[in-house]
């Protein structure tokens, strides 16, 4: 079993950065392919951004590429995503999950964490 936990969410301004984390327990954790979703009011859960269990491959939901980069370092158990060029539109609770496979199906992921808030004014 995986526990995720997120942190770094924040209040910035449009064009501002953060670097979101997600911090997991477990001896496995490179298993993994590692997800980033985001939901904001009234709107599903979107994919965002995912990185595979040994960080060699990774995808990006149109949205955010060219902006955001996501990466790992197993050695601490600890997903990354940096945002840059951030707008009102990235406003979300961002959630981290952990999935057996690449995809970009929330369904697909077994373990989530509690979620990060990032609110981005204009």
């Known amino acids: 079993q995986v526990q995720l936990v997120e942190s770094g969410g924040g209040l910035v301004q449009a064009g501002d950065s953060l670097r979101l984390s997600c911090a997991a327990s477990?001896?496995?954790?490179?298993?993994?392919?590692i997800g980033w979703f985001r939901q904001a009011p009234g709107k599903e859960r979107d994919f965002v951004a995912g990185?595979?269990?040994?960080?060699?491959?990774?995808n990006y939901a149109d949205a955010v590429k060219g902006r955001f980069t996501i990466s790992r370092d197993n050695a601490k158990n600890t997903v990354y995503v940096q945002m840059n060029s951030l707008k009102p539109e990235d406003t979300a609770v961002y959630y981290c999950?952990?999935?057996?496979?690449?995809?970009?199906?929330?369904?697909?992921?077994?373990?989530w964490g509690q979620g990060t808030q990032v609110t981005v004014s204009s």
């Open positions: 999950a952990a999935a057996l496979f690449e995809n970009t199906y929330s369904k697909s992921y077994l373990y």
């Open positions: 477990g001896r496995t954790f490179s298993r993994y392919f």
């Open positions: 990185i595979s269990g040994s960080g060699g491959r990774t």
